[in-house]
């Protein structure tokens, strides 16, 4: 069994930053492609970046292209997300996911095995 945990959400203001991380423990890390998903209120969870086993090949959605960057560090066990100019829809629970299918830009929940409890992030205008 594969246990995600993020943590890095809070509060901040409209054009501000915030990095999210997530642990992951109980398997080979870099076995896993991972990824980040977030649920506004009222809305669906929605795609938000994606990373390969190794770090060389990621993806992202359309909307945070050029704001947001995700990588991760093998030895640590940790995926990141740099959230960069932050705006008020950027607000939601902001959740890692993993899988261990091959690699290809999986932008969809079900593409997705484990996932962690999320962390709120709440942008202020």
């Known amino acids: 069994q594969v246990q995600l945990v993020e943590s890095g959400g809070g509060l901040v203001q409209a054009g501000g930053s915030l990095r999210l991380s997530c642990a992951v423990s109980g398997r080979t890390f870099s076995n896993y492609v991972m990824g980040w998903f977030r649920q506004a209120p009222g809305k669906e969870r929605e795609f938000v970046a994606t990373?390969?086993?190794?770090?060389?090949?990621?993806d992202y959605a359309a909307f945070v292209k050029g704001r947001f960057t995700i990588s991760r560090d093998n030895v640590k066990n940790t995926v990141y997300l740099q959230m960069n100019s932050l705006s008020p829809e950027d607000t939601a629970v902001y959740y890692c996911?993993?899988?261990?299918?091959?690699?290809?830009?999986?932008?969809?929940?079900?593409?997705?095995?484990?996932w962690g409890q999320g962390t709120q992030v709440t942008v202020s205008s």
């Open positions: 990373i390969s086993r190794g770090g060389g090949s990621t």
């Open positions: 996911a993993a899988h261990n299918k091959l690699w290809s830009p999986a932008t969809r929940v079900y593409d997705y095995e484990y």
